[in-house]
């Protein structure tokens, strides 16, 4: 349990900087801060996913708690406005906020006046619970609950102009056909909330600015123990409501109960864990790569498979993805779904990363038929980068892949600002072969398993790992080449990427003190720096707009996902401290609480960026605590 007491929750700076997030199992959520306040764009308590698992919309925004009291109202929302202006201030009356069994509940006090809430979500549907209880008060209490509403993509902004269709009815209302608020003692308003202010959305350079639809409240008069409760869905029968939320609210806390039995957890910080890939996994199954604006990308799924479908004990679920996603292979190459629902095919190790997913799956289930199953894909896959594919991805007489094309960055260090790569890392990338290598020897073994030939495929990988010694193994001793045969020659940039070569399964290709001497200067309490700060291209701090964000991703910024290869490569050195995840345990409960962010800033004190709920990081925290074990 994750819980902030007074001096956090009545620092709106403080408050409104740690996030909660709850999600459907569809790419839907609810999402805010501590606080209440509403920092992004992406805040709300219905976010519905129109197309699983993307294609999200935002809806019901806020449900802010008023306390009538006699001539009294107390607010207990915060919002901020343009100019900076922040009215109401209702976290200065929060006692504490608390993350239970995946659960958020906030507890207000004001002059012996004692209120909770708590939010949840239905799992495989789009519908929201939220309860407010009275715990204690000394006089008569009238709670209201005023409904901020609009309906729009996550990634855009709406304002004023005309009013929205809203069709009302004793117990709340129809927000232009497309969503269902219900709950008790509703009345019907409409106003324009103008000029509201998303301070997350401004630090990032983006707009900061858009009013939402005030379309009524929902009351109730309440005596000590009493709820009111109120639910909001979306889907195609907005006729048929969900469980109650109290309903809701339960049924989560005892799904978070039998995920975390169901994974193994040995502490409080697997359970969290455990719940957080819970919230990852969607409908498809899949991936969802992070919440808030990410939706399924095979990199992601692939890199995050075994921490969160093996870790998890999710073997069923984890079969028929790895099914799924075979069937998306064309030209041996997996497709690499856009968040805007197109199919892309630009990426050189989500494939690779797909391979050592079948092996990891096949290794630790046992599960030999789906390795028969998925065979001829996986020799397909081998076959067409022996031949050569897109985007210049080809074996070479070495034995090993290269890759690259004008324009595109093709590894996971792939951000691009004006269309031009940051870290295009064109010619033969060291995780890349790292993973061809191991690759091949999934596809031997599983041939052998079907009673095939394997000796071609040991044959290949014979010889790729002779020539990534070679080549890879930098003569000075200090670990191993980025990249070889290069547009410019042989990279000798200090990245993480060669902790790939030890922490893959098997014998390490390479001596692991080595590498871990190399890397020494990446290393961080929360994962591993994408570039040493020793670089004369190194930034240590991942701000500002689209494009200084995009310029730092992997030129410095420290990335939380590569703590597991780095545990194995301690585990593999023979040395491991006892608090070598200290670091990001303490994490878990600081920013996207319950989960582990995507990134955080290269400089100390490494403040966390990027997507605060991000499914790699969460499995290679999960699969790196188990390795330690």
């Known amino acids: 349990m994750v819980r902030w007491a007074r001096q956090t929750c009545g620092s709106l700076d403080e408050a409104a900087g740690r996030e909660w997030m709850v999600a459907d199992g569809l790419g839907g959520s609810a999402m805010g801060t501590v606080a209440g306040l509403r920092t992004r764009r992406y805040h709300g308590l219905l976010v519905t996913a129109t197309e699983p698992p993307i294609g999200r919309r935002l809806g019901l925004a806020a449900l802010d708690p008023v306390l009538v009291v006699g001539d009294r109202r107390i607010r207990l929302a915060t919002h901020e406005w343009s100019g900076g202006t922040v009215d109401p201030h209702g976290h200065i009356h929060l006692d504490w906020f608390e993350l239970d069994g995946g659960v958020p509940r906030w507890r207000w006090s004001n002059g012996g006046i004692v209120v909770e809430a708590e939010v949840a979500m239905t799992r495989g549907r789009c519908a929201v619970g939220v309860r407010h209880r009275l715990v204690a008060a000394p006089v008569p209490v009238r709670l209201e609950l005023h409904a901020l509403c609009t309906w729009r993509d996550v990634h855009g902004e709406r304002f004023a102009g005309g009013d929205p269709d809203v069709e009302t009815s004793a117990d709340g209302f129809v927000f232009e056909g497309s969503y ?85 957890a040995q502490d409080d910080i697997d359970a969290t864990l455990a719940v957080a890939a819970d919230h990852l996994v969607v409908a498809g199954p899949t991936i969802v790569a992070g919440y808030p604006w990410f939706g399924d990308w095979s990199r992601d799924t692939m890199t995050s498979y075994e921490g969160t479908i093996l870790e998890t004990g999710r073997h069923d ?161 200090h670990g191993l080449y980025d990249v070889v045969d290069s547009t410019d020659g042989d990279d000798g940039s200090v990245r993480p990427n060669q902790l790939l070569a030890v922490s893959l399964p098997g014998n390490p290709l390479v001596d692991a003190g080595s590498v871990l001497a190399a890397v020494e200067p990446l290393v ?15 930034i240590g701090r991942h701000r500002g707009g689209p494009s200084e964000g995009d310029a ?78």
């Open 180 to 264: 269902r608020v219900r709950g008790p003692g509703y009345q019907p308003q409409g106003a324009w909330y103008r000029n509201v202010h998303y301070r997350a959305e401004a630090e990032r350079g983006l707009n900061a600015i858009e009013d939402l639809w005030f379309a009524g409240h929902f009351a109730a008069d309440l005596a000590p123990g009493d709820t009111v409760d109120v639910e909001a869905w979306a889907g195609a029968d907005l006729h048929d409501p969900p469980p109650g939320a109290g309903a809701i609210i339960a049924a989560a806390r005892q799904r978070a109960v039998l995920v975390a039995e169901r994974a193994g």
């Open 317 to 477: 679920e984890g079969r028929e993805l790895l099914v799924r996603a075979a069937a998306s292979v064309s030209e041996g190459m997996l497709a690499n779904t856009a968040d805007a629902g197109g199919t892309e095919f630009n990426t050189v190790d989500g494939t690779l990363w797909f391979l050592h997913a079948v092996g990891r799956h096949v290794e630790r289930t046992g599960d030999a038929d789906l390795g028969v199953e998925l065979l001829p894909t996986l020799q397909s896959i081998v076959d067409h980068h022996v031949s050569g594919t897109r985007f210049g991805i080809r074996v070479d007489d070495d034995g090993l892949v290269t890759q690259g094309a004008d324009g595109w960055a093709l590894t996971w260090m792939d951000a691009r600002v004006d269309g031009q790569p940051i870290t295009p890392r064109r010619g033969k990338p060291v995780e890349v072969n790292a993973l061809w290598i191991r690759g091949l020897f999934v596809v031997a073994a599983l041939t052998t398993r079907a009673g095939g030939d394997p000796s071609k495929l040991l044959a290949m990988e014979a010889a790729a790992r002779r020539s990534f010694v070679a080549r890879f193994v930098r003569a000075d001793g």
């Open 552 to 629: 730092a991703y992997h030129q410095g910024t420290v990335w939380p996902w590569l703590i597991g290869p780095y545990v194995d490569t301690v585990l593999a050195a023979g040395a491991a401290p006892p608090e070598l995840l200290s670091g990001l345990d303490a994490h878990v409960n600081e920013w996207g609480l319950g989960s582990v962010s995507e990134t955080a800033d290269g400089d100390a004190p490494h403040a966390a960026t990027g997507c605060p709920f991000q499914a790699w990081s969460v499995a290679e925290l999960l699969r790196a605590r188990r390795r330690l074990r």
């Open 524 to 538: 961080t309490s929360i994962g591993m720096r994408s570039l040493s700060p020793r670089d004369p291209r190194y």
